[in-house]
């Protein structure tokens, strides 16, 4: 091997060790302090509220310097969108990721299962529950658009999974969408409601499942 091949593949060398530490390659490790961020923010954001939190704090809790939480992050505000949209996605999960075995009365097992997903994803921790139906809807001056937009996608989301119902029923797409918008407005104010009670006035999480799904059948399947 030649000296400037020496060079070389020394530089290759030094290159990588630079994309790595401790066995772990830069993105690892960004992804890293990303995870630690929004587990720090669930919990700052969850118990202490958006108002009364801090960028200082959340970089204390995550072990994150300032300098890398403006790495990741444009502001507190984004931060708290990337929590949404982590909730988000874990709902949609909840949603979507229902098996249910055939047999009678499959329609209301399957609403019951779905509903249980996601009502045991917004209310088993009471800090998501926080975030997802009282902190993220009320931070900046669009957020009455905003709760509307994410209304509007939970009940397209409903659509999908009951349209051969519906339209079974003879309701046309725009009732469609009418039916599951007020669906999801009215299950938003139940679970509003559930959290905000003292826990020893409320009723179990299994109630709440039960009535949430029943009010599933009535108003989007009318029977």
């Known amino acids: 091997m030649g000296e400037a091949e020496i060079r070389e593949d020394s530089r290759r060398v030094q290159r990588q060790g630079a994309r790595l530490r401790k066995g772990r390659t830069l993105a690892e490790r960004r992804q890293e302090r ?6 720090a923010a669930i919990e700052v954001f969850g118990t202490k ?13 995550a072990y994150v310097s300032s300098r890398d939480f403006y790495a990741e992050f444009a502001n507190r505000e984004a931060l708290l969108r990337a929590v949404g ?72 989301w409903i659509c999908t999974y009951v349209r051969d119902e519906l339209e079974s029923k003879g309701l046309d797409e725009r009732r469609q969408q009418a039916f ?23 009723c179990s999480v299994d109630e709440l499942v039960d009535v949430i799904a029943e009010l599933a059948m009535v108003v989007l399947l009318r029977v």
């Open 85 to 156: 949209l982590q909730i988000t996605e874990r709902v949609y999960a909840a949603l979507t990721d229902v098996e249910v075995e055939p047999g009678p009365d499959l329609l209301r097992r399957r609403t019951w299962a779905r509903v249980a997903g996601l009502v045991h994803v917004l209310v088993d921790d009471p800090r998501v529950a926080r975030i997802a139906i009282v902190e993220s809807v009320g931070i900046s001056a669009d957020h009455e658009a905003r709760r509307l937009s994410a209304h509007h996608l939970y009940a397209d």
């Open 34 to 39: 990303r995870d630690a961020l929004l587990d």
């Open 49 to 61: 509220g958006y108002a009364s939190s801090s960028i200082e704090e959340i970089c204390r809790k």
């Open 180 to 202: 599951s918008l007020a669906l999801v407005g009215a299950v938003n104010e139940l679970i509003v409601d559930w959290i905000l009670q003292p826990p020893e006035q409320r």
